[in-house]
Structures are given as structure tokens and as C-alpha cells.
């Protein structure tokens, strides 16, 4: 009798034991499932995020996230008292090259010049994609000489890029650029040095295209 017990007792023990390591396993599942759920939806989540302040087709940041990213960037030259500066940018004659090679050959043509931009500036430089065929870039810690070589350090690099079109004919584009120096002691924001950079490209386009111009403070 106490025999049948023991093996009962052992049993009933066996039982337990299994029915907890069982129970482990399957919380253990459970939570790495719920782990695995949740670096998913914080991947998601940031990809959505830089949906949101990134533009799609040429991978810079959107307009949205300049004017945010403007702003810190500002309050941070006035505190520094350091220089700041603006670069517009805009592809001359490009409804003829969309009319002439296609508006899909004109989204090569803006990610080409997408690449360029990225490629020239540096981390800390702003680049963005501000409408159509216009980019606009933001350079901390740099003054207008700086500013003016990475400008035609970029019109350069775009002049002398040849690209292929379908019939593997050679195609070329130049840009206009209109640049400004942000004035730290008296802006309250970007905008003022975005509209100076803008009467600076409209300058350059009307003096005869693919070159810099700069409207100085004042």
C-alpha cells in the first residue's frame, strides 16, 4: 500500500513538475513572441516616422523636416553665436527635360542631383527636397565663403555629370543657386535667409543660369 502511495505521490509530482516546465515554455514563447511583436511595430513606427520628414523618390528630407530642423538649428547658431547659412537650389530648364526625355528620365535626373548633393555636404549640413525641382540645403558653423564653395563645388559636379538616356545618348543639366548667410543677431527665423537665397536664385536665373549668386544681409 504505501508502496502504490509512493509511486502515486511520484506520479502526481512528475505531473506538476511537467505541467510547470510546460507552463515556462509556453510564458517563454509568449513573451519572446511579444518581444519580437514589439521590435516590429517600433521598426514600423519609425519607419513611418521617417516617412513623414523624408521624401520618397529621392530619399532627402522633406520640406516638413526642414522647417522643423530649422528651427533647433537656429537657436543653436544664436546661442553659439556661430555662422549660418542657406544654399537654394534649382535645375535649369527641367519642364524641357521632362517634355524632351520623359518625366521618368526627369526622376533620374533629380536623384542623380539628389546623390550629388549628399555626396558633397557634410553630416551636419540639412539636405532637403523643397518642391518639384528645388532643394534647399542648411549649413551650420559655415560663413559665406564656405558657403559659396560647397555651392559651386555643386554646380561644378553637375555640369560635368553626363547621364544616358535610353537610346544611351549622353544628356546633360545644369542648376541655378541662390545662397544667403542667416543673420544670427537679427532673424527670428529661417525664413528671412530663405527668401534672400530665393531673390539670389532668381538672380542667377536671370543672368543667364548654372551659376551662384549671393544676397547679402542688409
Same mark, same amino acid.
Given at each position: 500500500?504505501?508502496?502504490?502511495?509512493?509511486?502515486?505521490?511520484?506520479?502526481?509530482?512528475?505531473?506538476?513538475?511537467?505541467?510547470?516546465?510546460?507552463?515556462?515554455?509556453?510564458?517563454?514563447?509568449?513573451?519572446?513572441?511579444?518581444?519580437?511583436?514589439?521590435?516590429?511595430?517600433?521598426?514600423?513606427?519609425?519607419?513611418?516616422?521617417?516617412?513623414?520628414?523624408?521624401?520618397?523618390?529621392?530619399?532627402?528630407?522633406?520640406?516638413?523636416?526642414?522647417?522643423?530642423?530649422?528651427?533647433?538649428?537656429?537657436?543653436? &547658431?544664436?546661442?553659439?553665436?556661430?555662422?549660418?547659412?542657406?544654399?537654394?537650389?534649382?535645375?535649369?530648364?527641367?519642364?524641357?527635360?521632362?517634355?524632351?526625355?520623359?518625366?521618368?528620365?526627369?526622376?533620374?535626373?533629380?536623384?542623380?542631383?539628389?546623390?550629388?548633393?549628399?555626396?558633397?555636404?557634410?553630416?551636419?549640413?540639412?539636405?532637403?527636397?523643397?518642391?518639384?525641382?528645388?532643394?534647399?540645403?542648411?549649413?551650420?558653423?559655415?560663413?559665406?565663403?564656405?558657403?559659396?564653395?560647397?555651392?559651386?563645388?555643386?554646380?561644378?559636379?553637375?555640369?560635368?555629370?553626363?547621364?544616358?538616356?535610353?537610346?544611351?545618348?549622353?544628356?546633360?543639366?545644369?542648376?541655378?543657386?541662390?545662397?544667403?548667410?542667416?543673420?544670427?543677431?537679427?532673424?527670428?527665423?529661417?525664413? &528671412?535667409?530663405?527668401?534672400?537665397?530665393?531673390?539670389?536664385?532668381?538672380? &542667377?536665373?536671370?543672368?543667364?543660369?548654372?551659376?551662384?549668386?549671393?544676397?547679402?544681409?542688409?
Amino acid at each position: 500500500m504505501l508502496h502504490l502511495l509512493f509511486e502515486l505521490a511520484l506520479i502526481v509530482l512528475f505531473t506538476i513538475l511537467t505541467l510547470i516546465i510546460y507552463r515556462y515554455f509556453i510564458i517563454k514563447k509568449v513573451n519572446n513572441k511579444l518581444i519580437e511583436q514589439s521590435k516590429e511595430l517600433s521598426n514600423i513606427q519609425k519607419e513611418l516616422r521617417l516617412s513623414t520628414f523624408t521624401d520618397y523618390m529621392t530619399k532627402l528630407y522633406n520640406r516638413r523636416y526642414f522647417s522643423e530642423i530649422s528651427i533647433h538649428i537656429l537657436d543653436l &547658431a544664436k546661442r553659439d553665436k556661430t555662422n549660418l547659412s542657406v544654399i537654394m537650389i534649382d535645375i535649369d530648364y527641367f519642364k524641357k527635360v521632362n517634355d524632351t526625355y520623359g518625366h521618368k528620365f526627369g526622376d533620374t535626373v533629380l536623384i542623380n542631383l539628389s546623390n550629388i548633393l549628399q555626396n558633397l555636404t557634410r553630416k551636419s549640413d540639412i539636405v532637403c527636397r523643397w518642391g518639384g525641382e528645388e532643394f534647399m540645403i542648411i549649413l551650420p558653423k559655415t560663413d559665406e565663403e564656405g558657403t559659396f564653395n560647397i555651392a559651386e563645388k555643386i554646380r561644378l559636379e553637375v555640369e560635368n555629370l553626363i547621364l544616358k538616356y535610353e537610346d544611351n545618348s549622353d544628356v546633360r543639366f545644369t542648376i541655378s543657386i541662390g545662397m544667403s548667410q542667416v543673420d544670427i543677431q537679427n532673424d527670428m527665423d529661417i525664413e &528671412a535667409s530663405i527668401n534672400r537665397a530665393d531673390e539670389a536664385l532668381y538672380k &542667377a536665373k536671370e543672368s543667364g543660369r548654372n551659376k551662384v549668386c549671393i544676397k547679402k544681409i542688409g
